[in-house]
């Protein structure tokens, strides 16, 4: 479109079928669907620029497969002009100008300038410019106006598309009516902000955007950097007012619903002695996520969204494999940008870890509780071999046995394909091998050398399934071979949830519906709703959620 324009879809089909108007950028649905009848109609103004339009089934299931009816569509567009005029603060460089106070605005007719999601995708954005007037803290809301429609709030140091930095986001704050926003920053006197206000994928209205001073500005550790000190034992935590600092989304891998994740809070844990450490936030009862990093800024270590544990509900624990001495951040918060709660993070010793020392791990009956992610292990005293002679081939060199090895046990909390690496990791030549039991004639898979692999170390890639506890070893080339050192990494691709999964309920509300649609396309083409665990958002995850609509399985 090159000037304003109402535009008139009418959708005819042997189906009933829907179809409505969709951003592009961004892929949300602009103003209302049409209804399930035929012909299916939807009219809207839109203002200049490209679009999409989307139309599907609104029938989802019972559909015949090759019926008599087909699946051919009709779809006509008329026009006519229409007064299209964006809001005042449409564009980041003429914002409006905020002071403390009520500073009203609308988001109807306005365009979608920043198209990169930080706490939610929100879209039909306008933009304040605020000059603090003193070093303090500051909170921007649109909950004490009830804004009559979903809103998001960004606080920025500059224009996002001229290299500002974002301060803090809120999509739904705590206790807002309507998916209002509440978002809370700490401001320098004298230096100008820019505010970004928008609407939840496509949501647009009228309302106010409040600004006061003084206000609490979130928990102390809502930053990585304010890190709050854990011990082992009980750590309360609260994430009501936080932000998110650490990034969103997370790693795919940390669970199977997406890798959302918002308003978090972080904690720092030196392990007192290199073992296992159960790392729990089940106590918290809700919608909860937690990762393990190196450092602020540094890799995950281990992670989790569902806790397998039926106890846990939707909260999250992990097993940390701790190296003495060595500090790590631990981050919660939440599954959706409207999930805040209190909890306590509890952390214990539950044995092992490191691999060979003090015996354990030097037999298979002393297995060590082995985690996703690095453990860092020792073969020091290691003297038990596993001869796979005629049942699996260690590789081209040598024999078949597996030497003088050290036990893990591992029990997945998701099936996929795993993968155990000391790749490039280890200081000797080294062995890994998987079996089902400590029966060596139970042994799934073994590697000797990995290819691409430095220094003789391996890969052993290895399909797992929930509900079996199996037991993996690490040895060496030979008899001879140095009992080493080294960090054995466990990673996971196509992963499946034990249990059953609500696949493509984004928003864990028990229903897979429009909300959960309107999520699918804002990502799609992206990882981050990718359900089938083929990497991307597309016709598959499409295909997954329709076929399921409705409420989730018990």
């Known amino acids: 479109m090159t000037t304003g324009t109402e535009i008139t879809l009418s959708l005819y089909s042997n189906l009933p079928s829907f179809c409505a108007i969709v951003d592009n950028p961004g892929c949300s649905i602009i103003g209302a669907a049409s209804a399930g009848t035929c012909p299916s109609t939807t009219t809207i103004c839109i203002g200049p620029g490209d679009y999409y339009v989307v139309a599907l089934p609104s029938q989802f299931i019972e559909l015949p497969c090759g019926g008599g009816l087909g699946s051919e569509y009709t779809l006509q567009i008329s026009s006519t002009t ?202 918290a009862g809700w919608d909860t996520r937690l990762d393990i990093y190196t450092s602020c800024g540094g890799t995950i270590v281990v992670c989790n969204d569902d806790a397998d544990s039926g106890a846990c509900g939707l909260s999250s624990e992990v097993t940390l494999a701790a190296t003495a001495g060595t500090s790590y951040r631990i981050r919660i918060g939440g599954y959706g940008a409207a999930n805040f709660g209190t909890g306590s993070l509890d952390i214990s010793a539950s044995g092992g870890g490191g691999g060979g020392g003090g015996g354990a791990g030097l037999t298979c009956a002393e297995a060590v509780t082995l985690a996703m992610g690095d453990t860092v292990f020792t073969r020091a005293g290691a003297t038990v071999d596993l001869d796979y002679t005629g049942i699996c081939d260690m590789g081209p060199f040598g024999t078949d046995v597996n030497y003088n090895v050290i036990f893990y046990k591992f029990s997945p909390t998701q099936s996929g394909l795993y993968t155990f690496s000391t790749c490039n990791s280890a200081t000797h030549d080294t062995r890994l091998s998987a079996q089902t039991s400590c029966d060596t004639t139970t042994v799934i898979a073994c590697n000797d050398d990995g290819a691409g692999c430095t220094g003789f170390t391996s890969i052993l890639d290895v399909q797992l399934s929930c509900g079996i506890e199996y037991i993996i070893a690490i040895g060496g080339y030979s008899a001879t071979t140095a009992l080493g050192t080294g960090t054995l990494h466990v990673t996971v ?57 409705g409420t989730c399985p018990q």
């Not at 979903?150 to 930095?165: F, K, L």
């Not at 949830?497 to 696949?503: A, E, R």
């Not at 519906?513 to 396309?521: F, K, V």
Request: net charge negative.
């Open 82 to 283: 229409c007064d299209f005029t964006p809001p005042a603060g449409d564009n980041c460089d003429a914002p409006m100008i905020a002071q403390l106070g009520a500073n009203p605005f609308t988001n109807v007719n306005a365009g979608t300038s920043w198209t990169v999601v930080n706490c939610a995708p929100f879209t039909k954005d306008v933009f304040f410019s605020f000059v603090a007037p003193a070093t303090d803290g500051f909170t921007f809301q649109t909950c004490d106006s009830s804004a009559p429609f979903d809103t998001g709030i960004e606080v920025w140091d500059g224009c996002p598309d001229a290299g500002g930095n974002l301060l803090a986001c809120n999509d739904d704050g705590p206790g807002c009516p309507n998916f209002s926003s509440l978002a809370s920053a700490d401001l320098t006197s004298g230096q100008t902000y820019i505010i970004r206000v928008g609407g939840w994928n496509g949501a647009t209205g009228s309302t106010e955007l409040n600004i006061s001073q003084g206000a609490p500005v979130g928990p102390e550790n809502d930053d990585c950097a304010n890190a709050t000190v854990a011990i082992v034992g009980a750590n309360p935590f609260d994430t009501n007012g936080s932000t998110t600092d650490g990034p969103n989304p997370t790693d795919a891998t940390c669970g199977a619903f997406g890798a959302s994740f918002y308003n978090d809070v972080w904690f720092s844990f030196t392990a007192p002695t290199t073992e296992n450490y159960l790392v729990s936030i089940c106590t």
């Open 493 to 549: 691709a196509s992963p499946v949830s034990c249990g059953t999964p609500c696949l493509a309920d984004y928003n864990h509300d028990g229903l897979r519906n429009g909300a959960d649609l309107a999520y699918l396309l804002f990502y799609w083409g992206t990882p981050d709703g990718d359900v089938t665990g083929d990497g991307l958002t597309n016709a598959s995850d499409l295909t997954l959620l329709l076929s399921g609509w």
